[in-house]
């Protein structure tokens, strides 16, 4: 009975079919999730935004909530000591955070509450978070020192070894 059904209406079953798919996307639950922030004011999408197209490759960017913003960076160098790799890891660290003061509007990064910036590597991880005016005052800092000091002074990190 069933199988005469689906072949008296086989454009209803794909329709069907297709929706089905359509709802197993990863894909779209982060459009609707989008969609529904829309017309809200975010100043995490407005600084997003302006990231975007001058981020690097290996960047992730991810804005739960309006006030939050995700940096997922993969590190892919390869070093036998766990050492230089921490120590190449924390570089990258802070070349992240003065690229986010660096690529975004420094006003609407001061109002911004919170800046995640996860380092990934198959051997560690490094969670840091920070506040974006903290992060805004690092595009006038030049020197290295003046940034190791500020970032020592405003980041809370945590590491995690896999």
Request: charged share 25%; with cysteine; net charge positive.
């Amino acid at each position: 009975m069933l199988w005469k059904n689906t072949l008296k209406y086989p454009v209803l079953m794909i329709g069907i079919i297709l929706f089905g798919l359509y709802l197993c996307d990863p894909n779209t639950e982060r459009f609707w999730r989008n969609h529904k922030r829309r017309f809200i004011p975010s100043t995490c999408d407005a600084v997003m935004d302006r990231i975007i197209p001058k981020a690097l490759v290996n960047w992730e960017l991810d804005c739960p909530g309006t006030q939050n913003l995700f940096i997922t960076v993969t590190h892919d160098k390869a070093d036998r000591n766990i050492n230089l790799l921490r120590q190449d890891m924390y570089k990258e660290l802070a070349n992240t955070y003065v690229n986010i003061s660096r690529f975004s509007n420094p006003e609407t990064l001061k109002n911004l509450r919170f800046v995640n910036v996860i380092i990934v590597h198959p051997k560690l991880k490094i969670h840091s978070k920070t506040d974006g005016q903290a992060v805004t005052e690092l595009r006038f800092k030049k020197a290295r020192k003046e940034i190791a000091k500020h970032l020592k002074l405003t980041v809370k990190v945590k590491e995690i070894s896999e």
